[in-house]
């Protein structure tokens, strides 16, 4: 029996026999012979890359600013970090949480963590005050280990989050010491030394004479909580388990990928993201590349970056590829030492996907642009493009272990091959769940009539006869900043509309004036008419949300309406809004308030 499946784009239909995408699998077609065969790595994260790498331990690890890290000393660094975590009381199901970067040390401390079969506590340094607060206290750690610039948000909350220890980690005295860059990576603090406040180099002194036990393998042990605002727009703690983090890394290692051991990866992507973790720390570390970790990344200097480090292999934003283009180290530069460019955090447009092919072919890169497509509760990346296996704006074909496919919004049935539905996906990488939030976690992985759980993205797309993956857009109202970043309105408009003279809001999206890749957060507002002055009153909102809201989650303005359009159930129409909205030119805006 055939059916007719009319593509999105209207140009054909094809006849195909009824298969489920989920059954049929084409994708595996591009894959090495017998990958599919092959056994999933049954061990700790820490035990995978201790495995992987036996065999060059003096080969480099980590590459930290002209210094290299060899496995033989990663492995004794994540031993002192075991046995010095051990010494302040952090044993098998505990959780210590990290408010830091991507130094050295964070890596090591990661993976002693994971040794003693405790969970890392990811949290973003630059969250509010507020959001660090709640991260660190509903995780139960009593462990911290916070770069020392973030000290001025754990200093004030310290009586509250009652941590026994506060370790200090400072760039300036980083595991190799490299003073010449550390004014230029981090801003000079005071941090509050005490008995409970201790610096790393006194942590790793009270595990001296230790010899920490090694937590046996299981697979669904928790090891890292990262923080994403889903499906709803408040943060969660995503749980990434031993066998997720590790079946990420799998993918890449065989996928057929043009990898040889010993090149370098340049990892830009914050570590305390699902993202940096698992595709910019774990998966290099474990396929036997050489990490280059970025501790703060600055996008401007990312084109000396590709010049001093010369990677082989990279995964960056769209907005950060189109300033690389545009860097004046690389104008004239041969970059065929560069072997996988690869995509993430946002759907590149066609527009900057031209440019940037065009810029690679000009530069010498053998192959095209690795798109790929992710989420946090799938460890990160779902599908990527491998090598020539690219078709011009499709995110690639599903990785090794995970299944990809359709599904309708409303009946939930599985949808053919161009047919447009949610993006759903399961496999080994997913989540164990949200921490402590179970009727979220139910609403994003669903148990479908096949059996198995599914994680329903949010997102619309397509998958063509060929397995590879189109995004067409979100269900999801979810800003999407150019640097990938996710800004979700209900955390603005509960801000906003707490306020009594305001009737209703909405954020919506406007288009970043500066760059052709992503959007800001701008507010419209429907006033009492009590309120005389309203520009007045939506300059103090204004001010409101930049004092109260995080750094990147700020909107470039606040706009009186007359009235906030509804559709015809009643909700705010905010599709409208943005049609005409969409394109304001906040920064006239804030010239002239």
């Known amino acids: 029996m055939t059916v007719s499946y009319p593509r999105p784009d ?44 036996s065999h060059r331990l003096d080969a480099p690890a980590i590459h930290y600013y002209g210094k290299d890290i060899t496995h033989r000393e990663l492995q004794a660094n994540i031993d002192a970090c075991a046995n010095s975590l051990t010494a302040l009381g952090v044993k098998q199901g505990d ?86 860059i550390a004014k230029t990576l981090m801003t000079k603090t005071n941090v509050p030394y005490s008995d409970q406040v201790i610096s790393w180099k006194t942590f790793l002194s009270k595990g001296k004479g230790a010899s920490a036990a090694e937590a046996p393998y299981v697979g669904d042990a928790v090891f890292a909580i990262t ?60 396929i036997n590349l050489q990490l280059v970790p970025i501790p703060k990344f600055d996008v401007n200097q990312f084109g000396k970056m590709v010049k001093d480090f010369r990677p082989q292999h990279m995964i960056s934003t769209p907005a950060f590829y189109e300033t690389l283009m545009n860097s004046k180290e690389l104008q004239d530069m041969d970059l065929s030492f560069l072997v996988t460019l690869g995509s993430g955090g946002d759907t590149m447009n066609e527009g900057l996907e031209s440019k940037l092919t065009d810029f690679m072919k000009s530069h010498s890169i053998r192959y095209p642009l690795a798109q790929g497509y992710g989420m946090s509760e799938l460890s990160a990346a779902a599908s990527f493009c491998v090598n020539d296996i690219f078709k011009s704006k499709s995110v690639g074909i599903p990785s090794v272990t995970t299944t990809i496919s359709i599904f309708d919004e409303e009946t939930g049935k599985e949808l053919g091959y161009n047919q447009l539905g949610e993006i759903c996906a399961t496999g080994p990488s997913m989540m164990k769940g949200y921490y402590n939030r179970p009727e979220e976690t139910d609403h994003v992985m669903r148990l479908h009539e096949d059996g198995k759980v599914w994680v329903h993205s949010g997102d619309l ?59 800001y957060p701008m507010v419209l507002v429907e006033l009492s008419a009590t309120v005389a002055d309203k520009e007045a009153f939506c300059k103090k909102l204004f001010e409101e949300c930049n004092e109260r809201l995080e750094e990147r989650g700020k909107p470039v303005a606040v706009l009186p309406v007359d009235a906030i359009p509804l559709t015809g159930s009643g909700k705010n129409d905010y599709r409208t809004l943005e049609k005409e909205y969409g394109q304001f030119d906040y920064l006239a805006w804030s010239a002239v308030s």
Not at 16 to 41: C, D, N, Q, Y
């Open 461 to 519: 797309g397509y998958m063509d006869e060929d397995g590879f993956l189109f995004v067409i857009g979100r269900i999801k109202r979810m800003i999407t900043r150019f640097d990938g970043h996710k800004v979700f309105p209900v955390n603005i408009e509960s801000l906003v509309a707490s306020h009594e003279e305001v009737l209703n809001c909405s954020a919506i999206g406007v288009s970043d004036r500066e760059r052709s890749q992503g959007h």
């Open 227 to 286: 923080y994403t605002g889903g499906t709803t727009g408040f943060p969660k703690g995503v749980m990434i388990t031993n066998d997720g983090i590790n079946a990420a890394a799998f993918n890449f290692k065989h996928a057929g990928l043009a990898v040889k051991e010993g090149e370098r990866f340049l990892d830009i992507i914050p570590v305390f993201t699902s993202y940096g973790m698992c595709c910019g720390m774990h998966m290099p570390l474990a």
């Open 10 to 53: 209207g140009l054909h239909t094809k006849e195909r026999t009824v298969l489920k995408i989920s059954e049929e699998k084409v994708w595996m077609k591009h894959f090495p012979a017998g990958v599919a065969e092959l056994p999933l790595p049954q061990c700790t994260a820490y035990q995978y890359v201790k495995k992987n790498n």
């Open 95 to 180: 959780k210590v949480s990290f408010l830091t970067v991507a130094l050295p040390e964070t890596v090591c401390a990661l993976y002693a963590v994971n040794k003693l079969g405790a969970t890392a506590n990811m949290i973003d340094p630059r969250m509010d005050i507020e959001s660090i607060r709640r991260a660190v206290k509903e995780s139960g750690s009593h462990v911290l280990i916070a770069i020392d610039i973030a000290f001025p948000k754990v200093t004030p909350i310290m009586e509250d989050i009652k941590q026994d220890y506060i370790i200090a980690q400072s760039a300036a005295r980083s595991l190799p010491l490299v003073k010449k």
